[in-house]
């Protein structure tokens, strides 16, 4: 397989449409399904042979929603027990949510899907619109409507594709000792994470734990959280940032978007928009969202007021 030059290049055609998002052509996987697979995974194997971690998981994103657009568009799994199957070869249990409850609850959500409250609580997006506590939840099963339901299956397609490449750490030594790897060198100039410049532009003490985790999570290529962006952007904003800077920040997010998030961000600094400056979350809040690692054990009722509570300690 390796020697197959064409294989090789469709690979890595595929990991660089990936990279740059570019739209998935699904009439290449209805009209060669095999050789596509083949493609996919050499290309992940390309990704995991970088050794770059960001590369790996920017490639696994950008995948995951290739094939959540997939499970929309394509004749022939558009059916909801289809997806249900598909969701078991993921590892999630899920069954049509009239087989678990009907009346009103089943009749609010189009389409409605049940799934088991362990796989729910594995694959759910780490951010407050997914807490439990926001869901239905009979008998141990989430209701879901199915777009949700679509979005727990491109979580964990993307988790398997990381697990892929991290079970077959054999098959990734191969192909980086058999792959020209200087074929893909631009896209490692382009896509290599490049590290994150925390710069102080205050005096006022060290940041709040809570503050810290986020940079920490972002220094680290992490995907995070539309709570934790949030908060970070506001944060730095009353910190004296500028947006550029913020924006810089965010690349090294897997899913980053140059220009969705430089309008985020300006949106959030009362920019654009409706002008509105947004503050920064109070403490109550960030642990409501899960973003609060000391469980409102600082001291302080908002992050912004940590560095200062610390800089008079320090001075007394």
């Known amino acids: 397989m390796l020697q197959d030059k064409s294989l090789i290049e469709r690979s890595i055609a595929r990991l ?74 993921l590892g999630i249990i899920a069954k049509p949510a009239q087989d678990v409850v009907t009346g009103i609850i089943n009749a609010a959500f189009k389409t409605p899907v049940a799934i088991k409250w362990t796989s729910y609580l594995r694959y759910a997006p780490p951010d407050p619109f997914w807490a439990m506590i926001n869901r239905v939840v009979v008998k141990g099963w989430v209701i879901l409507p199915l777009d949700d339901f679509e979005r727990i299956l491109e979580e964990a397609y993307e988790e398997q594709i990381l697990r892929i490449a991290s079970e077959n750490e054999l098959a990734v030594g191969r192909v980086s000792a058999s792959i ?73 997010s897997p899913d980053f978007n140059e220009k969705i998030t430089r309008y985020q961000v300006q949106h959030i600094a009362g920019q ?27 001291g302080v009722k908002n992050p912004l007021q940590y560095g200062r509570r610390v800089a008079i300690k320090k001075s007394n």
């Not at 009439?27 to 050499?42: G, I, N, T, W, Y």
């Not at 003490?205 to 539309?226: Q, R």
């Not at 400056?277 to 109550?284: F, I, Q």
């Open 180 to 252: 020209d790897m200087s074929l893909i060198e631009d896209l490692l100039r382009k896509y290599a994470q490049r590290p994150v410049n925390i710069t102080k532009l205050s005096t006022e003490g060290p940041d709040p734990p809570c503050m810290k985790a986020i940079l920490d999570a972002l220094k680290a290529g992490e995907n995070l959280p539309h709570a934790a962006r949030f908060a970070i952007a506001t944060y730095l904003l009353h910190k004296g940032w500028e947006v550029e800077q913020i924006v810089d920040l965010f690349r090294t």
């Open 16 to 89: 660089r449409k990936s990279l740059s998002r570019e739209p998935y052509n699904l009439r290449l996987c209805l009209d060669s399904p095999e050789e596509e697979a083949v493609a996919a995974r050499l290309a992940l194997y390309i990704a995991a042979a970088t050794k770059n971690n960001y590369i790996l998981k920017r490639f696994a994103d950008s995948e995951s929603k290739n094939f959540s657009e997939t499970l929309r568009k394509t004749p022939g799994i558009q059916n909801l027990n289809c997806k249900i199957e598909i969701g078991k070869d």
């Open 272 to 298: 654009v928009g409706g002008r509105k400056e947004y503050a920064v979350p109070n403490c109550e809040t960030m642990n409501s969202w899960g973003l609060c690692p000391t469980n409102l054990g600082c």
